[in-house]
């Protein structure tokens, strides 16, 4: 069983950052790929930027390349989401996901197998 919890979340104006943090805890099998996603009022869940704890390689989405980071802390189990630039239209609900090896590589959301409650992400413009 993996569990996840984010945090960071908050309010800030255009061009302004937020850094969100996810901690995990169990089987480091189960949470071998990790990733963030967010849902905006009346869209689908995207998928942001993941993270394959091993080799640290990454992926983004076309939307946050650039502005986004997404590293790791293995000591402390987190998944961390360093946001610059940001723009009313990153404004959603940002979850943290967790999936096993095999999804390495994807930001398919049913790839993903455990997932955090989320955290709000409002940009004003």
């Known amino acids: 069983q993996v569990q996840l919890a984010e945090s960071g979340g908050g309010s800030v104006q255009a061009g302004g950052s937020l850094r969100l943090s996810c901690t995990a805890s169990?089987?480091?099998?189960?949470?071998?790929?990790m990733a963030w996603f967010r849902q905006a009022p009346g869209k689908e869940r995207e998928g942001v930027a993941a993270?394959?704890?091993?080799?640290?390689?990454?992926v983004y989405a076309d939307s946050v390349k650039g502005r986004f980071t997404i590293s790791q802390d293995s000591a402390k189990n987190t998944i961390d989401l360093q946001m610059n630039d940001l723009s009313p239209e990153d404004t959603a609900m940002y979850y943290c996901?967790?999936?096993?090896?095999?999804?390495?590589?994807?930001?398919?959301?049913?790839?993903?197998?455990?997932w955090g409650q989320g955290t709000q992400v409002t940009v004003s413009s």
């Open positions: 169990g089987y480091m099998y189960s949470r071998a790929y």
């Open positions: 993270i394959y704890y091993r080799d640290g390689s990454t």
């Open positions: 996901a967790a999936a096993k090896l095999w999804a390495r590589g994807t930001l398919d959301q049913s790839r993903f197998d455990y």
